[in-house]
């Protein structure tokens, strides 16, 4: 909050100005606004200048009024504030800030304003809260307690953290509208809610402040542990009958050929023997059993490239493809196969980035390397350099190999980053490119 004063003021002179802007006082006005600013612009209390020089001693003498000898001086702000009142001056401390600039600030005042905003914003919440149907429903009135002390609400904006929180109280009393009532619909689409409590079909998207509370208090309404990842937060979601979206996202699998009687499971079988990749996503996955024979071995690779040449090579091996940073429904098929007893093997780039996401596959499923030891990039290094190959040159933070401890310094030697791409002959060979004839129209071969 701003002083009224301050702002009426009118400028000082060019001759009283220059005075008050002698190099020798800048140390006084510093400490004198910050006291005054904490003081409630009030001048209260004593600042003590040390290790003065002979330029300060000076420039404070002519301003007091009085000899300075030591290189220390105590000066009580009624003090200097009734003597530039009395002096050219002509006005007060506070004045005579503000019109040296910048605009003092009663942070006081600010503070206070800042705590009084504060209990309004959850004093409103609790209010709306009551005309819900939340009211009757005890975990309600915890949740919102514990959303204040947690103090990331209150961190927003005053306009966001109000918004905020009345949404995720109107979307929670929609989901809950009381023992003896139900939802409508009963089963909601998570996009179809936010739309219904925020006016937007992403307000309630993974990762927002809103989704977060909205969750806390799915969990405690009923009982069930907040989820540190994204599978748990749908299968919260799923307890409140609200049905995260589990189609738009999806993973790029080739020659998948599951045990299992269900439509699906010879769907996968059918486009398996006939050469055909297949984007399956989180909802298929769902109606699939993943069940292939025991320690079946699975190839997985970064790139789309590597399973559209394997399709057109008709190749015999099953792969998965991560497509960049493995998501949730690309680990999602992963770990189900790692359930059913699958074995991995991983290829990636030769880059730091994937080499970060090599060791994720590595460590969560204990997969092998699939051509990614230091002697497989020193010898495709090499093969791009002896053909002429652009080089693309690494980048960012180093990664240290998992599997390989030699991996990390020999990248670093020769500085160049290799994609799939660079690989691929060899790794069509590993997966078993060009055995037999392909039951398709794409003249690709069948295992």
Not at 50 to 74: F, M, V
Not at 191 to 199: H, P
Not at 311 to 330: F, K, N, Q, R, Y
Not at 367 to 393: S, V
């Amino acid at each position: 909050m701003t002083d009224p004063r301050a702002r009426d003021a009118t400028p000082l002179d060019a001759e009283t100005l220059a005075f008050l802007t002698r190099p020798g006082l800048a140390r006084l006005w510093t400490a004198a606004r910050t006291r005054l600013e904490r003081n409630g612009l009030q001048p209260n209390g004593t600042i003590r200048l040390q290790c003065l020089t002979a330029q300060e001693r000076e420039d404070l003498s002519l301003l007091l009024a009085k000899p300075l000898s030591t290189a220390a001086a105590s000066i009580r702000l009624s003090d200097l504030d009734a003597r530039l009142r009395t002096s050219a001056v002509g006005r007060g401390l506070a004045q005579t800030l503000a019109a040296l600039g910048p605009t003092l600030t009663d942070r006081r005042a600010a503070r206070d304003a800042a705590t009084a905003q504060r209990a309004g914003l959850w004093s409103g919440a609790e209010a709306a809260l009551v005309t819900t149907p939340l009211a009757s429903q005890p975990w309600a009135f915890g949740w919102l307690e514990e959303a204040r002390r947690a103090g990331t609400v209150a961190r927003q904006d005053p306009h966001t953290a109000a918004t905020i929180l009345d949404q995720a109280i109107r979307a929670l009393a929609t989901l809950f509208p009381g023992p003896d009532a139900q939802p409508t619909p009963a089963v909601w689409g998570r996009g179809e809610l936010a739309t219904r409590t925020t006016g937007s079909a992403h307000g309630l998207d993974d990762g927002t402040l809103l989704s977060r509370l909205v969750l806390r208090g799915i969990a405690l309404a009923c009982r069930a542990d907040f989820p540190a990842d994204a599978p748990g937060r749908r299968a919260l979601w799923r307890l409140a009958s609200v049905t995260p979206d589990e189609v738009s996202s999806t993973v790029l699998t080739y020659g998948l050929r599951p045990i299992g009687a269900t439509w699906g499971e010879r769907t996968l079988r059918e486009r398996a023997d006939h050469c055909l990749e297949t984007h399956l996503t989180l909802r298929e996955l769902r109606a699939l059993r993943m069940e292939l024979p025991y320690r079946t071995r699975i190839h997985v690779c970064e790139n789309p490239r590597v399973v559209e040449a394997a399709a057109d090579a008709g190749c015999s091996e099953p792969l998965i493809c991560t497509s960049g940073s493995a998501t949730t429904v690309v680990l999602t098929l992963l770990d189900a196969l790692a359930a059913a007893g699958c074995a991995f093997v991983y290829h990636g780039d030769f880059d730091w980035p994937g080499i970060m996401l090599a060791n994720r596959v590595v460590e969560r499923y204990g997969a092998e390397p699939w051509r990614m030891g230091t002697e497989d990039y020193e010898y495709l290094a090499t093969r791009a350099q002896a053909h002429g190959t652009p080089q693309l040159l690494l980048s960012g933070p180093r990664a240290e190999a998992v599997w390989d401890a030699e991996l990390a310094p020999a990248m670093e030697a020769l500085g160049i980053a290799l994609h799939e791409e660079a690989a691929l002959d060899l790794l069509l060979e590993d997966l078993g490119g060009g055995r037999g004839g392909c039951a398709s129209e794409r003249g690709c071969t069948r295992t």
